[in-house]
């Protein structure tokens, strides 16, 4: 019994012992074994869903709030908490943020805004005690790389720089209608079907020639034009996913216009549009895209009921950014 007990006081010796060894560990500079332990605890969009950066000339903004805590047993001073975005692995937004001194198991939340410039899905990445200004000894939990959460960038508007489908009937007719000065401008997010939606804009040029055929030898042309106000139905729409799209304009449902030809007597025949869309309606029902493009665009020559006519449609889309 009596050994037993000058054991235990042995033992007693040699924790105090211990933690003599352990003092000046701390006083060479090393950090402490015990001691402050930065992490970012949360990171969050700050604004209404669905999140998303919309992307105008000069860039987008998305608005977050970053959440630094403590989890170590000593008070940390002030430190830099890094926040950015990533796309296809490389940064395209940094941020610094300026974290006060934190208590043991205190954390502090600061509101931040990343600057974008491209189009596409981003990551949020960041990294406490980024400066290295407190001394830890866990780093393993600094950083942060939320690869499941993505954010995808996308254009506040794209300029229409062709949109036309032509009508031949090879050696009777031909007519072109083309939207000129036209854009797309972000309006909403379709939760229903998952699709990005944008409203188009722009003047609807008409125009038609009769050329001579067996049932005529005469000829004749004709133009209109109809301002953006009378357009119908006219969308540009891009999957949630930001792989797909596809744009229509009703401008068969615009009202008509005449041309007059000279068959012995003259003659008026009716002239009218011919919507505008991409392939898509007639195909597949998206046009593909990657996430980051900056342009769509396309043709393609699709049989009409005319015998023997033939329709093609063309479109170039530029993102302005």
Request: hydrophobic share 35%; proline share 7%; aromatic share 8%.
């Amino acid at each position: 019994m009596g050994l037993r007990g000058r054991c235990i006081r042995c033992l007693g010796l040699v924790v105090i012992v211990a933690l003599v060894m352990v003092a000046p560990a701390s006083a060479s500079g090393k950090p402490p074994k015990n001691g402050p332990d930065l992490a970012i605890s949360d990171w969050k969009v700050d604004q209404g869903k669905p999140y998303f950066i919309r992307v105008v000339p000069g860039g987008g903004e998305l608005f977050i709030k970053v959440t630094t805590e403590n989890l170590g047993n000593r008070k940390a001073k002030p430190s830099v908490t890094l926040v950015g975005l990533t796309h296809n692995g490389d940064t395209v937004a940094l941020k610094e943020v300026k974290v006060p001194g934190l208590k043991p198991h205190e954390a502090s939340t600061e509101s931040a805004t990343l600057h974008v410039d491209q189009l596409g899905w981003m990551v949020p990445r960041g990294l406490a005690n980024a400066t290295k200004v407190v001394p830890e000894t866990n780093t393993h939990n600094n950083g942060l790389h939320l690869k499941s959460f993505r954010i995808p960038a996308i254009a506040d508007t794209w300029t229409i720089d062709q949109f036309e489908t032509k009508n031949e009937v090879p050696g009777v007719s031909s007519d072109d209608t083309t939207l000129t000065d036209g854009a797309f401008h972000l309006s909403h997010y379709d939760s229903t079907k998952e699709e990005w939606v944008y409203q188009g804009y722009g003047t609807v040029d008409g125009s038609s020639t009769y050329n001579p055929s067996p049932l005529c030898s005469g000829t004749g042309t004709s133009s209109t034009t109809v301002s953006p106000s009378k357009l119908t139905h006219d969308t540009l729409a891009i999957t949630r996913d930001l792989t797909g799209y596809t744009a229509f304009i009703a401008t068969s449902k615009l009202p008509g216009y005449t041309i007059t030809i000279n068959c012995g007597t003259p003659i008026t025949i009716p002239a009218g549009f011919a919507d505008l869309d991409t392939a898509a309606h007639i195909g597949t029902a998206f046009e593909p895209m990657k996430e980051d493009d900056q342009t769509l665009s396309g043709s393609f020559p699709v049989p009409v009921t005319t015998p023997s006519g033939t329709s093609t449609i063309s479109w170039k889309f530029f993102a302005d950014l």
